[in-house]
């Protein structure tokens, strides 16, 4: 499959939790960790969204240089007032993988599948596309083995708990087809705020 190298950002609590609901919106971690998510998207081509997390954390996805702005859906429900779309920025491409393709003014609509839709944001010159999420689509793209970087910010100062909490790899279901594995290239603890920052790089 050609696609973009790709990276993906999450912040989780000490038990692995990307939030403390399935619908709960993030913003438990720190103003730094906030400056960190916006430098990891500059030099992005593009950014990639789950439908879910674009609701739950009400993104407009800007970053530097208008990277495309990229959000996947199974049903195609998009809500036409979301801000995405009525906030300047980078061109909006809108994957359905089940349902009709999306009618939002001003987007462009695609259908088919996930690993389709990355082979198509290749044609159009996407070499580097970062994404922030949800757990669902990193599981996809873990599925996939299509997950170049990670970058945690691992926030041990909080517990959720909670069986329907998801993790970076979804709700726990089932195993991943094969285990992926990581080297650790970049690790920047930080006291003052309990975090630590961690990038690591998929082992080929
Ligand atoms: N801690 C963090 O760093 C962080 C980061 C991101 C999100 N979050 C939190 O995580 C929660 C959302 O998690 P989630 O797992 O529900 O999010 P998600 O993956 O963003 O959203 C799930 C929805 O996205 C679409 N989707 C996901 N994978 C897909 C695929 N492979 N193909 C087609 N469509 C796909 C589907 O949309 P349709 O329903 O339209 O079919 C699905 O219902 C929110 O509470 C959010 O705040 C936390």
């Given at each position: 499959m050609t696609r973009p190298r790709i990276s993906l950002n999450f912040a989780i609590s000490?038990?692995?939790?990307?939030?403390?609901?399935?619908k709960r919106p993030s913003g438990w971690t720190s103003a730094d960790d906030h400056a960190r998510l916006l430098q990891l998207r500059e030099g992005a081509d593009a950014l990639l969204v789950g439908r879910g997390t674009l609701e739950a954390d009400?993104?407009?996805?800007?970053a530097p240089g208008d990277p495309l702005r990229c959000v996947v859906s199974r049903?195609?429900?998009?809500?036409?007032?979301?801000p995405l779309f009525h906030t300047p920025g980078g061109a909006i491409h809108l994957l359905a993988t089940n349902g009709p393709a999306p009618a939002i003014p001003g987007t462009t609509a695609h259908r088919g599948s996930l690993a389709d839709f990355l082979t198509t944001l290749s044609t159009l010159g996407v070499q580097r596309l970062h994404c922030e999420g949800g757990g669902e689509l990193a599981r996809e793209l873990a599925t996939l083995d299509a997950l170049d970087e990670i970058h945690l910010?691992?926030?041990?100062?909080t517990l959720f708990g909670g069986r329907s909490a998801p993790t970076i790899s979804g709700v726990p279901a089932e195993f991943l087809p094969a285990s992926r594995e990581y080297e650790l290239v970049h690790f920047d603890p930080r006291p003052q705020t309990g975090e630590c920052f961690l990038s690591y790089r998929r082992q080929r």
């Open positions: 000490a038990d692995g939790k990307i939030s403390s609901v399935a009400r993104m407009t996805l800007k049903s195609g429900n998009f809500d036409p007032a979301h910010t691992w926030a041990g100062h």
